[in-house]
């Protein structure tokens, strides 16, 4: 039997909506917390693998069997250097939050390849209560980078080339006073920023907590002290783009091993290991700095100094009072303290 080669194909128009409808469906979630998902899921699935069962369609068992083996420290991760091609092992005991995220990514994946998992099965549920209970739910919170913390590090982080100090005090110093997560600050776009003599508005076109990308407008005011300005640090910093004929398009991009500077922005996780670099040059203790302690910084000395919560969310863009207070580091528990003064004749 031949092919009827007389019967149209689809129409390209046909072929550009259904395009279209798998780009409108991954945008379910973002970006970002695809790749997380992706990452979390190659670790199931090459468990799997070394256990001799399928992963894609797999069984609430087998999950739960996964989830306990994370908690367990019995699960193997390879990871190999993108530069030098070595490879490292790790296995260690995981958090409550990571085996958390590991399940809602295998959820995810099965819902992608059309093979649902219940969200409360008995058993996973079961597994999840008793990890949550033995290895508990407190998370390791990262430093606040306070304004004081801020000042500490811009006055003594140096770095060559010239450029290169300009830009990671740019990004530090821009995060910090806009109350920014990673995200955010990494999708910042030359034509995004609006300056006037008060500061700059920075237009954001969507963040996480903004599903629906409505946007947002952050306002960052001038400050006298040049070395603790943040408009001044980002005008600097768009003027040495000028100078390479960049005027447009990403604010922070990739540099290539020869120190060039490409079209791409930053990846978002090069900025987790150079901000514990900055800190370390400035002489202060890395090991609790991550990207989320410029964020907590700000919400911590705005706290401190007075503001309300309700002003700290509206900058920061929190949506729930419980997130945004727990941004508020103990730097604040001292303030209008209970129990302070009661021994007091």
């Known amino acids: 039997m031949t092919a009827d ?8 128009e046909l072929v550009e909506r259904v395009a279209s409808v798998k780009a409108y469906s991954k945008a379910t979630i ?20 070394q256990m001799g069962v399928p992963s894609l369609p797999s069984t609430p068992e087998v999950i739960a069997m996964y989830l306990a083996a994370l908690a367990d420290g019995q699960v193997v991760v390879r990871w190999t250097h993108p530069k030098t091609g070595t490879t490292r092992e790790v296995s260690r005991p995981r958090k409550a939050a990571y085996i958390e995220k590991a399940y809602y990514a295998i959820r995810f994946h099965h819902a992608e390849a059309g093979h649902e998992l219940p969200q409360a099965h008995p058993g996973i549920v079961k597994v999840m209560k008793g990890i949550r209970r033995k290895l508990g739910t407190a998370q390791k919170k990262a430093q606040p980078m306070t304004i004081e913390l801020l000042r500490e590090i811009l006055t003594k982080y140096h770095r060559h080339p010239p450029e290169n100090e300009l830009r990671d005090k740019t990004m530090l110093a821009l995060q910090v006073w806009g109350g920014l997560r990673r995200g955010e600050l990494l999708a910042i776009r030359i034509e995004d920023l609006e300056f ?40 600097r910093w768009i003027a040495h783009l000028a100078e390479l004929d960049i005027r447009s398009g990403w604010l922070f991009r990739r ?53 309300t919560l309700e002003q700290i969310m509206r900058h920061g863009r929190w949506t729930s009072e419980r997130q945004a207070r727990s941004y508020i580091r103990p730097a604040t528990v001292w303030i209008d303290n209970a129990a302070e003064g009661l021994a007091d004749e």
């Open 30 to 49: 973002t970006e970002g917390t695809r790749e997380s998902y992706k990452r979390l899921f190659r670790g199931f699935t090459a468990w799997c693998q």
């Open 196 to 235: 006037s003599e008060h500061g700059v508005i920075v237009h954001l076109p969507r963040s996480k907590c903004d599903a629906e990308g409505k946007g947002a407008m952050v306002p960052i005011p001038r400050v006298k002290d040049p070395i603790m300005c943040p408009v001044g640090y980002v005008e």
């Open 255 to 307: 540099v290539n091993g020869d120190g060039l500077m490409g079209a791409q922005r930053m990846h978002p996780d090069s900025w987790g290991p150079l901000i514990k670099a900055i800190a370390d040059n400035a002489g202060v203790d890395a090991s609790r700095i991550t990207t989320h302690s410029p964020r907590a910084g700000f919400a911590t000395s705005a706290a401190h100094k007075g503001k």
């Open 5 to 12: 080669l007389t019967r149209p194909g689809p129409s390209p």
